[in-house]
């Protein structure tokens, strides 16, 4: 059993007071908050360490080295990946995706090929793909969702065929909170003989994540969504596929020799990392990744998951609210969309906020998807290791008072 109530004293930012009531912040999907021993290492870093990374040979430059190095292995172990190298560092999903999309895609992409997608994606996996399609004149195709928000496999297999040389979908969606079977679509795009694309944004925090048993090509996640800072984020590739791709980026550190007419490029992982990296936020999502590992990632999905088998049945039972996604809770990670009838989603997030409750309204970059649900926006709450029943019981009651004071007016 996990000690939330030591787990949040380790959140400075939990402990204070917004609109006159203690914070509780359910907008972790968005980006989660950082645990005293994370902002400590950053601190650290630019105390004792700072030095810039694999040039000088200086102590200060040797430390730093090490320590984003040692960041890098402490990240193939937490995706259990075969090697160091095939992890690169980079800002975070969004730019992950769009260096597969302008690398990879590059080089497998051609007229009339398919890429196939889902219309539960995060729009950091859809416009970089539409783009590479319009570059090369390849067709995008999109998976449809089940009424329950679960992914149409009977479509997934008709739109999978041939013609298909990339997948990419969400591991967790952001706005569903569905979990989707990525060994199955891994086999898929495979037997096809094409390539599976992760985003894992909304996964690699919450659950134990193995590349190898996934069965996936490329896997994207971001360091601000599970415990650590913003600006860094992990492409994790396929070491063959990364030796064949070209650099996205091009300058200092990814070279190997410089030439009038031409150069050529250094080994993995740091082709692909050009100009100083962030040095200091990939040695913070190190400690985050230690963090996480002193609680364990089991325990945090299961304090989690306890979180949903709580709080979903009780949103259900309100009357007027529609919770998106699967409604049986078990198959719900640890995101919830949901809305009330009669009220604006904006409407409901600022009448949260007067009660100290931080969620996020609007489309949460899933325009698709949105529309697919027939809605203009929703609400949702989202949940983190440090999220307590109780914060499931003030979400609750200030539903129960926003629908009081929107529908009756005032007391
Ligand atoms: N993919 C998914 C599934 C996401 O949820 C997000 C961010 C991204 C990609 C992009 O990640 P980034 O770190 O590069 O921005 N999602 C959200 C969200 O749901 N609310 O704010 C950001």
Known sequence: MMDVKKVRAQFPILDQIVNDEPLVYLDNGATTQKPKQVIEALEAYYEKDNANVHRGVHTLSERATTAYENARVKVQKFINAPFSEEVLFTRGTTTSLNWVALSFGELVINEGDEIVLTVMEHHSNIVPWQQLAKRKGAILRYI???????????????????????VSIAHVSNVLGTTNPIKELADLAHINGGYLVVDGAQSAPHMKIDVQELGCDFFAFSGHKMYGPTGIGVLWGRKVLLEQMEPVE???????????DHSTWADLPYKFEAGTPNIAGGIVLGAAI?????????????????????????????EGVTVFGPQNPAEHSAVIAFNIDGIH????????????????????????????????????????VYNTKEDCDKLIEAIHITKEFFLNGPI
């Open 144 to 166: 449809d969702i089940t009424s329950d928000g679960k992914l149409d496999m009977n479509h997934a297999r008709e739109l999978i065929g041939e013609k298909t040389k990339i």
């Open 250 to 260: 091009f300058g200092g550190e990814m070279i190997d020799f410089v030439y009038k």
């Open 290 to 318: 230690d963090y996480i590992n002193e609680l364990g990632i089991e325990n945090i999905h299961t304090h989690e998951q306890e979180l949903i088998n709580y709080v979903l049945p009780k949103l259900q039972a309100i």
């Open 345 to 384: 989603p904006h409407d409901v997030s600022t009448a949260l906020d007067m009660e100290g409750i931080a969620v996020r309204a609007g489309h949460h970059c899933a325009q698709i998807l949105i529309k697919e649900l027939m809605q203009t926006s929703t609400v949702r709450a989202s949940f983190a």
